[in-house]
């Protein structure tokens, strides 16, 4: 790789490489496994309540992704390309991407296989229509992210809450064909997303910064560097 088009914007990892020049690289250096992960679902919600005990809830804001992630002790080699890579993002200046590894592929490996574009949707449905020649399904749990060409700022990821099918759906909805599925999202879409958009479950990217603007680590008797990470998704 003599030249280069872009430094890397991917936290390294075991499954994603980077080399002396800072650019994804198969034949890079590969950055440490998460020791530990602590995921957060957060939702901002108002709740009134009268003097009688009725309630009455909004949701005027926005939802967000959250997690901190903890390394086992690492050397020197293990540690650089790590700390390295989050010095260039300067704290919270640049935001960055980061692939979960419990949320990398679908749990239906048949599924993971599939090409699969979005019908038209607007923003705050909470359905997308997956479409494609559709072999296995998605599953409540699995991630998502959307590439729409007529959006290129649509980076929020999904997670998918239900799957409704061709014989499978709500009473009074469209139903799905068979090359179709229809999945529930947690949060509704954020954006509009247009016709053919591509929907990406392999390896879905969350676009994060880090929560403060300072890096520090530990180093033990044994030379060995103990490291923590908090992250928030933080959109264009």
């Known amino acids: 790789m003599p030249t280069f088009t872009t430094f890397s914007d991917l936290l390294p990892d075991p499954n994603n490489k980077i080399n ?9 250096t590969a950055g440490p496994g ?24 909004a949701s005027p804001s926005y939802h967000n992704w959250s997690f901190d992630i903890s390394y086992n002790p690492m ?8 700390s390295t890579f989050l010095e260039s ?6 935001p960055f991407y980061v692939i979960l590894p419990q949320h990398a592929a679908p749990k239906d490996a048949t599924f993971a296989t599939n090409s699969l574009t979005a019908s038209a949707t607007p923003a705050g449905s909470p359905t997308l ?6 072999t296995g399904n998605p599953s409540p749990g699995d991630f998502f992210t959307i590439t729409d060409n007529a959006d290129v700022n649509h980076k929020k990821a999904y997670k998918v809450l239900r799957v409704e099918d061709n014989s499978t759906y709500q009473v009074g909805s469209i139903q799905p064909s068979a090359t179709q599925r229809r999945v529930w999202t947690q949060p509704p879409m954020s954006r509009a997303v247009a016709s053919g958009a591509v929907v990406n479950f392999v390896n879905p990217r969350f676009r994060v910064t880090q929560k403060g603007d300072t890096m520090e680590y530990d180093l033990d008797t044994d030379n060995l560097y103990q490291f ?7 959109l264009p």
Do not use: H, W, Y
């Not at 002396?20 to 890079?28: L, M």
């Not at 229509?129 to 559709?134: E, F, T, Y």
């Open 20 to 28: 002396n020049a800072g650019v994804s690289d198969s034949t890079g």
């Open 34 to 57: 998460f020791a530990k992960i602590k995921f957060t679902s957060g939702n901002t919600t108002q709740v009134s309540r009268t003097i009688s005990g009725r309630g009455v809830t």
């Open 75 to 82: 050397t020197r080699s293990e540690f650089d390309p790590v």
């Open 89 to 94: 993002r300067r704290g919270r200046l640049n």
């Open 129 to 134: 229509m997956l479409n494609g020649v559709i």
């Open 228 to 234: 923590s990470l908090s992250l928030e998704e933080i």
